[in-house]
């Protein structure tokens, strides 16, 4: 045997190595472009069920919204009218309401009569809806003057 043979078979050797090597990583590649075809189609078949049930489930949302909406500008309504007739109430019992208190309170202090006798100090002030002796009011305010 020649060099020139000896090397041609090497090359023979190394060239069937290199194609099994080939042969396997494409039979690989075949068998994972499979898998990959057979995940996608179950992707696919359980994609179609998910998308219509995620689909109803939106159309319920929207309808609940719908009811809320309206259960919200009803609420409004009531809202307005509550404050309507607060309104009304008021302007028509509060101002007879008032004159009739302070006429109660005027007819009280006549037929209860203010006792001349009684020294200034020792009356009563009224202040923020509670009586304070006099004599208190001297030592919140030291010079005797009323804010």
């Known amino acids: 045997m020649s060099g020139g ?10 060239w069937a190595i290199l194609v099994s090597f080939l042969a396997v990583a494409l039979a690989r590649l075949a068998q994972t472009l499979r898998a990959t075809t057979k995940l996608v189609a179950d992707v696919t078949d359980q994609a179609v069920p998910l998308l219509a049930d995620a689909s109803s489930a939106v159309r319920s949302a929207q309808t609940q919204i719908d009811r809320v909406d309206a259960i919200a500008s009803d609420v409004q ?15 028509t019992f509060g101002g007879p309401l008032v004159k009739v208190a302070a006429f109660g309170y005027g007819v009280r202090r006549a037929l ?9 100090k ?12 006099a004599s208190r009011w001297g030592k919140r305010n030291p010079r005797g003057k009323r804010d």
Not at 112 to 120: C, I, Q, S
Request: charged share 20%; net charge positive; proline share 4%.
């Open 5 to 14: 043979e000896v090397a041609g078979i090497l090359v023979a050797v190394f």
């Open 77 to 91: 309504e009531v809202t307005s009218n509550a404050s309507a007739l607060s309104t009304t109430v008021a302007s």
């Open 112 to 120: 209860g009569g203010r006792k001349d006798d009684v020294p200034a």
């Open 122 to 133: 020792a009356r009563r002030t009224v202040i923020v809806g509670r009586t304070v002796p």
